[in-house]
């Protein structure tokens, strides 16, 4: 099941050229781009590793390019995704978050419901995944 | 030859207009405000005017599938302190931004303390994380030869000067490094490390300045915070700098500046202990008692070792 988040969930992954124009945008508007990594693909775990710090002051997409075939390198199977902050006053928030590679092989997500009292009705989603342990949930 | 490389179908079959090429790419507006906005320096501009003509004959070889690959673009900019190189630096990444040789034109300017780490591993991902501010534009490195110690084998600078070939090789097409510092230092430095020397394509020396172009320096200087000098103060600026340059530690247009600094210090002082109403005219006013303050004025011999005030 192929996990969507953030912006372009709709579109098709982007290729590096995009991923590439997409942040410059964010460079020329002056946002710091951050790289981020998670093997735990759950719509509601927002705590991903980070990929070393926030890359302020950088001025052109292909140092951040470098950054992300790194990482990409390292964690081959893991989610990353790109993110850039707006440090301007007044949104002092992130403006952009996509996901730039997932797992070549995504098991999606298990349903379970459990009745509880007066035949109500509890759900769970739970990535296959989790059922190993972390390092070891996604590839071979 | 070349041209054998080129594509048949990228060649020319019109007359190309270099002056509208020239034009196009705003690059007459940065050359003219170079020979505008800097006293002297004539062999200074007459070399980058040269290499500006160089890059614009090579962007437009490029389009026509003459040019086969990146041109090295990796300078040396030698001359004593304060004269200039810095600030041409910073011309130089606007022309190579309206050239296109580099995306976002911007100049990072770093030392030795900027790049080389304090202990094992440190010196890396200090590099590295500079290349990363700098890919895009141009990397001005001052007093060059510091990365270079010779007499400590275990010095970290080896590491990042190994690092920084590397990308100035690989990479030429991401960033411009600019080396700088004094001419004979750098000369042992290119010496010693080989592979500088063969990775830079362009040598600029920066001369020492007149009396007379540090004057219109200072000139210049104070124009723009809005500062004049009387007739008197202005002959007495000539005088200062005649003798400044015989003192230690004379860096051209830097000690211009630290002495007008000084001089405005003077000059407050003197209007606060100033009796009555001020005409607001003496605010902008530098008066010769402000010059004549200086140590190199109140000293008749100089003392060496002593940093001017």
């Not at chain 1, 990482?71 to 989610?79: L, Q």
């Not at chain 2, 509208?20 to 690059?27: K, L, V």
């Not at chain 2, 962007?59 to 030698?78: D, I, N």
């Not at chain 2, 991902?125 to 990397?139: D, F, M, Q, R």
Request: glycine share 6%; net charge negative; with cysteine.
């Amino acid at each position: 099941m192929r996990v969507t988040q953030g912006c372009f969930s709709y579109l098709p992954d982007l290729t590096d050229e995009q991923i590439s124009k997409q942040i410059q945008y964010c460079l020329d508007n002056g946002w710091a781009v951050n790289l981020e990594y998670t093997d735990d693909p759950h719509p509601r775990n927002t705590y991903w590793e980070m990929w070393g710090l926030p890359m302020f002051d950088i001025r052109d997409a292909k140092a951040i390019m470098g950054e992300l075939s790194d990482c990409r390198r390292i964690h081959t199977d893991c989610y990353i995704r790109l993110s850039a902050f707006d440090a301007t006053n007044t949104w002092e928030s992130l403006r952009i978050s996509f996901i730039v590679q997932r797992p070549a092989d995504e098991a999606g997500f298990m349903l379970t419901r459990q009745e509880i009292g007066g035949r109500m009705m509890r759900y769970e989603t739970r990535a296959y995944g989790l059922q190993k342990p972390e390092g070891a949930r996604y590839g071979d | 030859m070349m041209l054998d490389h080129a594509d048949p179908a990228m060649r020319p079959t019109e007359p190309i207009d270099l002056k509208a090429e020239f034009a196009g790419a705003g690059i007459s507006e940065v050359l003219d405000g170079l020979e505008r906005d800097l006293v002297g320096l004539k062999p200074v501009k007459a070399r980058i005017r040269e290499i500006a003509a160089l890059l614009l004959v090579e962007r437009v070889r490029q389009k026509y599938g003459y040019a086969t690959e990146a041109p090295t673009l990796h300078m040396s900019f030698t001359g004593n302190p304060g004269t200039g190189k810095t600030t041409v630096a910073l011309r130089m990444a606007s022309i190579l931004k309206a050239l296109g040789f580099v995306r976002q034109g911007q100049l990072i300017s770093v030392t030795r303390d900027d790049l080389v780490g304090q202990y094992i591993g440190h010196t890396a991902p200090k590099t590295k994380e500079i290349l990363k501010k700098a890919i895009g534009g141009v990397l001005f490195i001052d007093e060059a030869y510091y990365l270079y110690r010779p007499d400590n084998e275990r010095d970290y600078g080896q590491e990042a000067i190994e690092i920084l070939l590397q990308v100035m090789e690989n990479q030429r097409e991401d960033l411009v490094v600019i080396l700088a510092g004094y001419a004979d230092r750098m000369d042992k430095f290119f010496t010693l490390n080989p592979g500088f020397r063969s990775r830079i394509a362009h040598h600029i020396d920066f001369p020492d300045y007149e009396n007379a172009e540090l004057l219109s320096i200072s000139d210049t200087m104070l124009q723009r915070q809005n500062y004049r000098f009387t007739p008197e103060a202005r002959a007495v600026m000539d005088r200062y700098i005649a003798r400044r340059r015989e003192r230690p530690y004379f860096s051209n247009a830097r000690s211009i500046r630290n002495a007008l600094d000084r001089a405005r210090l003077r000059q407050a002082n003197r209007l606060i202990a100033h009796d009555g109403l001020i005409d607001p005219a003496m605010l902008t006013m530098i008066e010769p008692e402000d010059l004549l303050g200086s140590r190199v004025f109140l000293e008749a011999d100089t003392h060496a070792g002593e940093v001017d005030t």
